[in-house]
């Protein structure tokens, strides 16, 4: 099973609203990531869990605030964002940070619009 | 500081072959994915080279040359559903989170 489940598959937001995008894995991974992707651009890494520790924020605005409650869920909680913020948002887990070959394996993604 | 170039847009015909290739410059390098992405869905593992040569898979193959920092997918038989984006992500130095090329856009026509 190499299966990555996310919720919801489409959110609208106003740029008030409090929401929360879900994650989850149940292979047994000890790393999860967070990436956002911009039509026609790659994803851009955003977090990365590490055996539920917060390993690397990439720079990201504190509107977006992930948590870790185990080692098989990944949350992002979205807070007074900007148009901008639109975009599909991707979770994705490993076995381990650092494992030599470190595939990624991607869920289906979040679809966010900010109105 | 890390660098990957990938083509923006390829265009081929059903049943031949295609070469996707993909330059890199990074701090440290502990490996190469390469990742298919169809329109609005998730990103999917394709290969993983580490070492230089050629892993063929199907008919898909990668193939790395670290000296020259390059790397090809190689897809073979073309088949309508290989229209997709096409991925390739650099894993620089030991513990660090790998980085993804723009993507190039495979167009398969009939």
């Known amino acids: 099973d190499t299966e990555v489940t996310q919720t919801p598959k489409h959110l609208v937001m106003g740029m008030t609203n409090k929401k929360s995008l879900k994650c989850e894995q149940h292979m047994g991974h000890r790393a999860m990531y967070w990436y956002k992707q911009k039509a026609k651009k790659p994803p851009e890494l955003m977090f990365v869990y590490s055996y539920e520790k917060l390993s690397i924020n990439e720079s990201v605005p504190s509107r977006f605030s992930p948590e870790c409650p185990n080692s098989s869920l990944l949350n992002l909680h979205l807070h007074a964002l900007q148009p901008e913020d639109s975009a599909l948002y991707l979770c994705a887990s490993s076995q381990d940070l650092s494992d030599y070959q470190e595939t990624q394996y991607f869920g289906p993604g979040t679809r966010l619009l900010v109105l | 500081g890390q660098n990957i170039d990938q083509p923006t847009e390829m265009t081929a015909t059903e049943g031949a072959i295609v070469q996707i290739n993909c330059t890199y410059q990074t701090s440290g390098f502990n490996g190469l994915f390469w990742y298919q992405q169809h329109a609005g869905e998730a990103p999917t593992f394709l290969s993983y080279?580490?070492?230089?040569g050629l892993e063929e898979k199907g008919r898909f193959s990668s193939f790395l040359s670290r000296s020259k920092g390059y790397s090809y997918l190689l897809l073979k038989e073309l088949q309508m559903k290989d229209s997709a984006s096409y991925l390739c992500?650099?894993?620089?130095?030991?513990?660090?989170?790998?980085?993804f090329g723009p993507g190039t856009r495979l167009s398969v026509l009939p």
């Open positions: 080279n580490v070492l230089d």
């Open positions: 992500a650099v894993k620089g130095n030991y513990g660090q989170n790998f980085v």
